[in-house]
């Protein structure tokens, strides 16, 4: 199995930074091979895509209402993805869950192709 855990969430006020860690683990998951997404959730509101970065980390993918900000990159030797967030706004506000799809090698930006996922972490931004 995979086990997926989100790290680094905080209350932080507006135009503060934060990073968010995803940290890695599965007997049989090799974690170089696959790309990671990051995701969130306000409440009352779907679970969205953030950012992904694939398997070697030669390419990422940002939304729109991140880009510019967030900076997703890797370290395959410690199986973990890190979510560097700057310039935050209380829009930010949400649960922000890592995850991983279930085929190693692809890059998929919908979240209906991740299978993996950890129990998320808290990030709230004051005004």
């Known amino acids: 199995q995979v086990q997926l855990e989100e790290s680094g969430g905080d209350l932080v006020q507006a135009g503060g930074s934060l990073r968010l860690s995803c940290a890695a683990s599965?007997?049989?998951?090799?974690?170089?091979?696959?790309?990671i997404g990051w995701f969130r959730q306000a409440p009352g509101k779907d679970r969205e895509f953030a950012a992904a970065i694939r398997w070697n980390g030669a390419n990422t993918y940002y939304a729109d209402s991140v880009k510019g900000r967030f900076t997703i990159s890797r370290n395959n030797a410690k199986n973990t993805v890190y979510l560097q967030m700057n310039s935050l706004k209380p829009a930010d506000t949400s649960v922000y869950y890592c995850a991983a799809p279930r085929t190693a090698g692809t890059f998929p930006l919908r979240r209906d192709d991740y299978a993996y996922w950890g129990q998320g972490t808290q990030v709230t931004v004051s005004s």
């Open positions: 599965g007997r049989f998951f090799s974690f170089s091979l696959y790309t």
